[in-house]
Structures are given as C-alpha cells and as structure tokens.
C-alpha cells in the first residue's frame, strides 16, 4: 500500500475533517493500483424500465406534515459560473426578472412551510467559492430561520491535486490554492458526515434527504415521492428521466451483469471503444437527473460498516495544475459522483420522473431557454415547462459569441412555447415580437450585427 502520510499531514494541517481524509485516501490507494474506475460496456446490461412517477402519484396528494418534519432538502450550491463568464456562485443568477437560482428555492421552502405546517429543513452544500456570496444573499431570508451558516450551510470539501510524476501532493507557489480541488459531488457523503450534520439531523428527527443541484429548479420535493420514498422502504432513491440526444453525455442507469446491482456510469468512466454504445440514448434510455432521495439513518449504518467510507466508484482526470497554463504541472484530480452511491445501499432504486422535474443550466443556452415563455413560475414556486410543451423543451443551439452570460443582455427574446430547436449563428439582436415555430436557423456571418424582424418563423433557415 502506498504511503498516504503526506496527503494527511497536508489535509490535517487545512483542517479537512477526518471523514473527507478517509474517502481520499481510499480513492488514492485505487489509484496507485492502477484503478481505471471504468465499466465496460459488456459488463454491463441496459436498465430497461423503471417505475413512473405517474403511476406510483395519486392526483391532489398533500404533504403529510409528519413526513415534512423528518425531511431535508440538500441543496448542491458548490459551482461558480466560471464557464459563463461569471466569478460568484451560479444560483445567484436571475432566473425570472431579479429573481435568482437562490431565491426560487428559499421561496419553495417557504411555500412548503406556510402551506403544510411541516417545518422541512434546509440544507446548501457550498464550497470555498461560493459560500461567502452565497450567505450574504441568503441574510434577506433571516427572518424566514433560511440565513447563517449555522442554519443552513454544509461546506464541500477541498482535496489535494496529486503530481503525476511523484504521485504527491502537488506544490504550486504561485498560487497555493490551486494545489487543491473538489472531490465532486460525491463528496456528499463525507461532508455529511464530518461536518456533523449526518448526526445533528438524525438527532432532531430527520430521517429522509432530498438532494438536488441548485441549478435544476424542476427539482421542489414532491408529496408523492416523499410518500412513496417513505412506504418504500427503500434507502436510496435516484430520479431518472428518459434520455434524449441533449442528454447523450450525461450519466446513464444500468445494471450490472455479475449480480443484477443497479449502477450509474459517467462518461469519464465509459473506455473510448464504448463511447458509441453509451451515447446511443435508445440503448441506455434512463439519465440520471442528479435528484437523490436517501434514508439517513441507512447511511449513517453504512458508513460505520465501512469505516466511515462510502466505497464510490473513482474517477481520474488528469489535467494541469493550472487550469490556465498547459505547461504546468500535470497532476490528477480524483472525483466521485454522488448517483453512484446507488450502487452502495444494498435495496437502492430508480424511478422515471417527467422532465418537468429536470431543467438544469449549464450553458448560455440553458439559461436563455430558461429565461423564454417555454417555461413558467408555478404556485409551488417551480421553474417549469409550459403545458404546450408536453414536457419537452426546446433545443438551444447558440454560437460562441453568446457563451458568456452578458452577451444574452441585447440579445431580445423570441417567443419559443412552439420552437423545437432554435440556431443562433453570428451576432443577430431579436426585435420584439418573434416566433419561432419548430426548428429555425438564424445565420450571420457577416461580422456585423443583423436585427430579425418581428413576425412568425416556421422550419425554416434564415441567413441575414
């Protein structure tokens, strides 16, 4: 076994809890044993049905205050917009007019509260970057017991980046902090537990957790699925929705050959000779939307059995430890995803949600369809698709010009409750007053910006 001293001694001297050190240091013995955390694809067989939420849903169902009290909503809250050219946490973007990622999720906790009485409690995994921005927006909510870290804030953990060449901690003096990164989402678990949380929440009653990205607001807790979480019995839960091409490189649900275990591959995890078979969205037809139902009081049993390590699947990448310079030191950084537990609570399960329960923003693209008449504000304080829909979205192809969020400021707003697939090419500004029907192209490649006119536009390419 290779020696882990010196991850230690630097991971102690940062104050990283012992539980975080723990899930590393297993991750860093796999890799020294020449782990690949890949899975083949004839290992594995595709998962073919689910259970529907719709047929497992009774019409009208309310929240049973009890079940409320023994809830937790976890919200994942660690990501800077860093891709969209933004430098604090991504939920402070205004979603609806001034109102953020943030504020529709205080507002759904609040609708929940007022309405049933069941005080759910509340939970942001934050990191290093976003929990300073974060706190501060969340004081608007003092009154509501929704501020403080105290209240409501779990903190990610940070581990250390390994030198390829030495298999050590990475030494950067330049610019210490970039000898460290997240662990991924996976790191759930370990923050739970060596925050205190894990234990805090057991010991005031609470039994169930919903955990959600932050940046998906189809994903409010559900009277029906809390209820068939609950009466399930099951420990682990993981929302799935039907894979379309936008969704080709997320994770995919399948199921193991050697013993019938549902589990989820990455593509990080998927060897190149197979990236076909994985994309390919009628073969492997369930996407793991990234919700998560788990019993608390199982994982805090099996966290004890296994020495306080939920043994996740590893995951590589090799990068540089400057992000910015691909001349710098290259070092690996070791990831964990959060859906994979489902293959560690012996019992765990999958059910198909409508996509309604799935609008995450990852992209300009996301954020301008998002931001359009496709989606509404609903009473329970969701983002969602407009009936129209049928609970499809529209595809949002835009160009380069529109990858950083200032760009969509001038960009205007089409009407797209009726588009299929909406192409940008080139700096275009909408006038008021356009449709787009099915799918439409705009192309400008003249380098100078070209207005569209007000009016229907219908399967068609427009070059302007």
């Known amino acids: 076994m290779s020696d882990f001293s ?95 990622f943030l504020d529709i999720i205080a507002q759904q906790i609040l609708h929940l509260r007022e309405t049933t ?47 390829v060449n030495s298999m050590l901690p990475v030494d950067w003096e330049k610019n210490p902090s970039l000898e460290w990164c997240p662990p991924g989402h996976g790191d759930l678990y370990a923050a739970l537990a060596g925050s205190g949380w894990l234990d805090a929440l057991l010991a005031g009653g609470v039994k169930y957790a919903f955990v959600s990205n932050s940046d998906n607001l189809g994903a409010i807790l559900d009277a029906n699925l809390l209820r068939y979480f609950a009466e399930s019995g099951k420990p682990f839960l993981m929302e799935a929705t039907r894979r379309t091409e936008a969704d080709k490189k997320g994770g995919h649900l399948a199921v193991r050959s050697s013993d019938e275990q549902l589990l989820l591959r990455e593509v990080a995890q998927c060897p190149e000779e197979d990236l076909e078979q994985f994309q390919d969205v009628s073969k492997h037809q369930y996407f793991n939307t990234n919700s998560l139902w788990i019993r608390l009081d199982v994982l805090k049993e099996l966290l004890e059995k296994e020495n306080g390590v939920l043994p996740l699947p590893m995951i590589k990448n090799t990068k540089t430890v400057d992000p910015r310079d691909k001349q710098s030191t290259q070092v690996y950084q070791l990831e964990t995803a959060m859906g ?32 359009s008449d496709a ?90």
């Not at 537990?341 to 995450?360: D, H, K, L, M």
Request: proline fraction near 5%; aromatic fraction near 6%; include cysteine.
């Open 6 to 100: 010196p991850f230690r001694e630097k991971m102690e001297a940062a104050s990283v809890s012992e539980a975080a050190i723990r899930a590393f240091e297993r991750n860093y013995q796999l890799l020294c044993l020449n782990e690949s955390g890949l899975i083949s694809e004839d290992s594995i067989r595709p998962c073919e049905s689910l259970p529907l939420l719709e047929d497992v849903s009774v019409d009208g169902e309310a929240f049973d205050p009890e079940l409320l009290k023994q809830t937790v909503v976890i919200k994942l809250n660690g990501g800077l917009g860093t891709s969209m050219g933004l430098q604090k946490a991504k939920s402070l973007l205004p979603v609806k007019d001034d109102t953020t």
């Open 117 to 163: 009485g069941g005080k759910v409690r509340f939970l942001l995994m934050n990191s290093f970057s976003t929990s300073e921005d974060t706190l501060e927006h969340m004081e608007a909510y003092q009154e509501n017991d929704l501020a403080g870290a105290e209240s409501v804030e779990m903190m990610q953990n940070q581990i250390p980046k390994i030198d």
């Open 340 to 371: 994979a537990a489902i293959e560690s609570f012996p019992g765990s399960g999958a059910i198909c949600v409508p996509r309604s329960r799935f609008a995450p923003v990852k992209t300009t693209s996301d954020l301008f369809a998002l931001r």
């Open 375 to 464: 989606y509404e504000r609903t009473e329970d304080g969701r983002i969602a698709l407009v009936a129209e829909r049928d609970g499809k979205p529209p595809v949002i192809d835009l160009s380069d010009e529109y990858k950083l969020v200032d760009s969509l400021e001038g960009l205007g707003m089409p009407s797209l409750v009726q588009a299929g697939k909406l192409t940008v090419q080139g700096p275009v500004r909408f006038a008021d007053g356009v449709t787009i029907v099915g799918n439409v192209s705009f192309i400008n490649e003249s380098g100078e910006t070209k207005w569209v006119a007000g009016g229907k536009y219908t399967d068609e390419e427009v070059t302007l």
